[in-house]
């Protein structure tokens, strides 16, 4: 049973940083493709960004040049340093995990930014 938990949300200022954690524990393999995602209030979860295990990663437009995804594989957990935060990226952050067959989420992280 694999299993995603994240940390590291809260509130912060606009211009702000965070760092968001996601600790991935039971069978995973370091080829999975990890990445995270995003549900505004009111709004569909929306894609973030994505790390495949050779290290490549891509990010949404929207976040491109603020926010970084990391990945440590010995310690099994996922990263997303966010940077100039603005209100808009005000929502909840899910970490998410695909085997090629499956997709595992995490419960989701609150992330505030304040004008």
């Known amino acids: 049973q694999v299993q995603l938990v994240e940390s590291g949300g809260g509130l912060v200022q606009a211009g702000g940083s965070l760092r968001l954690s996601c600790a991935v524990s039971g069978r995973v393999f370091s080829s999975y493709v990890m990445g995270w995602s995003r549900q505004a209030p009111g709004k569909e979860r929306e894609f973030v960004a994505r790390?495949?295990?050779?290290?490549?990663?891509y990010y949404a437009d929207s976040v491109k040049g603020r926010f970084t995804i990391s990945r440590d594989n010995a310690k099994n957990t996922v990263y997303l340093q966010m940077n100039s935060l603005k209100p808009e990226d005000t929502a909840v952050y899910y970490c998410n995990i695909d085997s090629g067959s499956k997709t595992y989420w995490g419960q989701g992280t609150q992330v505030t930014v304040s004008s």
């Open positions: 790390m495949w295990h050779g290290g490549s990663r």
